[in-house]
């Protein structure tokens, strides 16, 4: 199974991208800067949120999403619906139909769950995951990650705030976004909050805290195979996911709410109740 570790990456932009002349608006700096050497630049909330609203249109058309009647779709309003505007924050979500194990969450409050992830979590190490990765956004992690890939994309100056003129990324540019992405990382400090995020997040709602521990030792499971390269790169700045595991553990029982994780069945199915009706009979009274 190859696996794109939710844990790297808390603004994952993944464009397969056409060779269409479509173009997309995105900035306030003409291309033009890019040539020019313009090195000052200034990025909000607002512009994060605006660059990842279309980065994660763009890949929605190029996914496979689960449609509402999904068994994935179905599962995921279950036990998330009720936090789409946690912490002040419009959070929307969808299902990914694929094999990947992967999560992701962007400033524009966008919310992307693989069914690979979904195949091998239960309801409460999943809220852990998604946890984790609304923490990232709640501590505009995902605006420094957006940075920091246009930089290395060289399309800092192409989205600057600083003129009143609209930049159009074309899809080729977008492209590069994409791939600085898939290398962009968060630092350890940052890892770290957005864990304890995810801890308190459980432990607010009531749900078993327990299941972060759980959910870091399980991806430490499946960090074999083809995963090894990126996993490597990802722990060569992120604690490893054992280490984390310990911490909220520790944390748990310092609370005294430790107990062993027990994981729960997991169904990402159509559930079909059948209805039988009981046909019923009048017996007549003997005269």
Same mark, same amino acid.
């Given at each position: 199974?190859?696996? !794109?570790?939710? @844990? ?19 900035? /306030? ?11 000052? %630049? ?5 512009? &994060? &949120?605006?660059?990842? #609203?279309? &980065? ?13 009647? +999904? ?8 036990? %998330? ?15 990914? @139909? ?29 809220? &852990? ?11 505009? +992690? ?22 009143? !003129?609209?930049?159009? @990324?074309? +899809? ?40 972060? /521990?759980?959910? %870091? ?11 090894? +390269? ?11 996911? #054992?280490?984390?595991? /310990? ?26 109740? !059948? ?9 007549? !009274?003997?005269?």
């Amino acid at each position: 199974m190859k696996i !794109k570790s939710f @844990l790297a990456i808390a603004l994952l932009v993944i464009l397969n991208i056409s060779k269409a002349n479509a173009q997309i608006n995105l900035g /306030e700096k003409a291309l033009g800067a890019l040539q020019n050497g313009v090195a000052s %630049f200034t990025f909000s909330n607002e512009d &994060a &949120a605006k660059l990842s #609203k279309e &980065a994660v249109r763009k890949m929605d058309s190029t996914n496979v999403v689960a449609g509402p009647k +999904d068994g994935y779709t179905l599962r995921l309003n279950r036990i %998330f619906g009720k936090h789409a505007s946690e912490n002040g924050l419009a959070l929307n979500y969808k299902v990914y @139909l694929t094999k990947e194990v992967n999560a992701f969450a962007t400033a524009d409050g966008s919310v992307r769950v693989y069914s690979g992830l979904m195949d091998i979590m239960d309801d409460n190490q999943l809220l &852990a995951v998604i946890g984790h990765e609304i923490g990232h956004v709640a501590n505009e +992690d995902t605006k420094d990650a957006m940075k920091a890939t246009l930089r290395k994309a060289a399309l800092i100056d192409a989205i600057s705030s600083q003129s009143d !003129k609209v930049a159009k @990324l074309t +899809d080729s540019q977008l492209g590069q976004i994409g791939n600085a992405m898939l290398d962009s990382k968060h630092s350890r400090k940052q890892e770290s909050e957005a864990d304890t995020y995810s801890y308190d997040f459980m432990k607010k709602h009531g749900y078993d805290v327990n299941a972060v /521990e759980s959910a %870091f030792n399980l991806l430490a499971s499946q960090s074999g195979g083809a995963s090894a +390269d990126f996993l490597s790169r990802m722990m060569s700045s992120h604690p490893d996911p #054992k280490d984390r595991a /310990e911490t909220a553990k520790q944390r748990a029982i310092a609370d005294g709410l430790y107990k062993a994780y027990v994981q729960k069945p997991i169904n990402n199915k159509v559930v079909v109740t !059948k209805t039988t009706t009981k046909k019923t009979t009048t017996k007549k !009274k003997k005269k």
